[in-house]
């Protein structure tokens, strides 16, 4: 995240005076001015600094390490070189900060100013010398982890190199944190690499490698994987279904596939590892893996029938909209109820068969499959509901009714509308009142409603 600032401070900084040869003294104004109490004139001085850009740095950074009896003069030294490598980063006054910081971390500060410089060189590095700075940096206990950290943050491709060199030289304490930034950045090319710590790498290293390898879109991830999971290594099976989530982030759907069918049966699965594997089938959506949705619709477990709705609601297209409907005028009644929620949510690939079942669910002999019926159609934005919810609106008070009312103020689409103004002269003048209040709730009349109808028919 970077400090916005606005445009007349940014186009001062840009058009500032050349970088000055020299650092500023300590007894710059501008700098003594961080510790006194007075606001306007630290937040002026802040500005200027930043100004000023690199000449500022060194002073700045001594200034942090040496102002433990003035916390005030630290924290402004903090904000002022945070505002600094935010404003500057991505610009042409960019290299010559992150230069003069690379230089101060390999100058003579105390430990904690050198793990701020390591975050700082976090937000403005771009070139291979401050990279290969905060990699050896990285290889110094006390800085292994801001440097981890940087490294991280840090886009081009050497920095991603440096992280998997890192997962050779640190201790066991950061190795771990390493490993999982490697997984962060996603990159394929990390996969081989990584390899031989999955296979022959302490317990906790060879879990972290497996979870790591499951984040990289790659053949070779796929590959270890298996065999982790032949040699029966913990986290393999749960690892293969998180790799299918990751060939599906980038719409790698045929590899993702090719994965599914070698995740293990569900009888050896752990709960939460079926609960992950089902929402992952909801969004492959190939007809074994919706098999294997709607067969977990009918689990004993309630935390698999759970997953499985939610899995109903990412399974695209229409076709599948009728197969959860037909689900759904199937299931029990709570079970019902629950896919009647998810119906609604699926408005988008919404159908007339699909449509037809949740209307006859507004019917049903339970109050809570009626309630959530009339909230599918709200959800859904079914014009073609409109009529029952009148009905329901018509009928004797009590929470059908108010949902029904509800759902006519509240459902989207101006078909909606316009099936509300068509049902004006076809209910009595009580229900007629509450139809006016929908429309006017809506933002529309009766007369507009009809009037965008009839234009939308002669279309």
């Not at 499951?214 to 029966?232: C, H, N, Q, T």
């Not at 009339?374 to 018509?394: E, K, Q, T, Y």
Request: glycine residues 8%; neutral net charge.
């Amino acid at each position: 995240m970077r400090i916005t600032t606005g445009s007349g401070l940014i186009g001062l900084l840009l058009a500032a005076s050349p970088v000055m040869a020299q650092s500023l003294p300590a007894d710059d104004g501008r700098i003594t001015a961080l510790g006194i109490d007075n606001p306007d004139a630290q937040t002026k001085s802040m500005h200027e600094l930043v100004a000023v850009g690199s000449p500022a740095v060194p002073t700045l950074l001594r200034l942090l390490g040496q102002t433990a009896d003035n916390p005030t003069a630290r924290k402004m030294a903090r904000e002022t070189l945070f505002r600094m490598v935010q404003v500057y980063a991505g610009t042409d006054r960019a290299p010559d900060v992150e230069r003069a910081l690379v230089r101060e971390l390999k100058a003579n500060h105390p430990v904690e100013t050198k793990r701020h410089i390591c975050a700082l060189l976090g937000f403005i590095a771009e070139e291979n010398t401050s990279v290969d700075a905060l990699y050896m940096a990285i290889n110094t206990p006390a800085l292994a982890e801001p440097a981890r950290q940087a490294l991280a943050r840090i886009p081009n491709r050497r920095a991603g190199q440096c992280l998997i060199g890192a997962v050779q030289i640190t201790n066991d304490e950061t190795r771990l944190g390493v490993i999982a930034a490697i997984a962060l950045r996603g990159d394929p090319a990390a996969a081989s690499y990584l390899a031989l710590g999955a296979i022959e790498g302490d317990p906790v290293t060879a879990r972290a490698v497996i979870e790591a390898l499951a984040m990289l879109p790659s053949p070779e991830s796929f590959d270890v994987l298996i065999k982790v999971l032949r040699a029966g290594k913990p986290g393999a099976a749960s690892a293969l279904i998180r790799l299918m989530e990751t060939l599906m982030d980038v719409e790698m759907f045929q590899a993702a596939e090719y994965v599914f069918k070698t995740v293990p049966e569900a009888s050896s699965l752990t709960i939460p590892e079926r609960c992950r594997l089902l929402h992952a089938c909801g969004r492959l959506a190939t007809k074994e893996a919706v098999g294997v949705v709607f067969a977990g619709l009918e689990d004993d477990n309630a935390r698999i029938r759970a997953a499985a709705v939610q899995a109903c609601e990412f399974l695209p297209g229409g076709e599948l909209t009728t197969s959860v409907a037909e689900q759904m005028t199937q299931a029990a009644t709570p079970l019902k109820a629950d896919l009647l929620e998810i119906l609604g949510r699926r408005g988008r690939w919404m159908n007339d068969a699909a449509a037809g079942k949740i209307i006859d669910a507004v019917g049903h002999a339970d109050g809570s499959v009626r309630l959530a019926a009339i909230r599918a159609i709200r959800d859904a934005g079914m014009a073609a509901g409109v009529p029952v919810l009148v009905r329901v609106l018509s009928g004797p008070a009590g929470p059908p009714r108010d949902a029904a009312e509800n759902a006519l103020n509240h459902m989207p689409g101006q078909a909606s509308t316009a099936a509300i103004a068509r049902m004006l002269d076809e209910v009595p003048p009580d229900v007629r009142v509450k139809l006016q209040a929908a429309l006017a709730r809506r933002g529309s009349s009766p007369g507009a409603a009809t009037t965008s109808k009839t234009s939308s028919d002669d279309h």
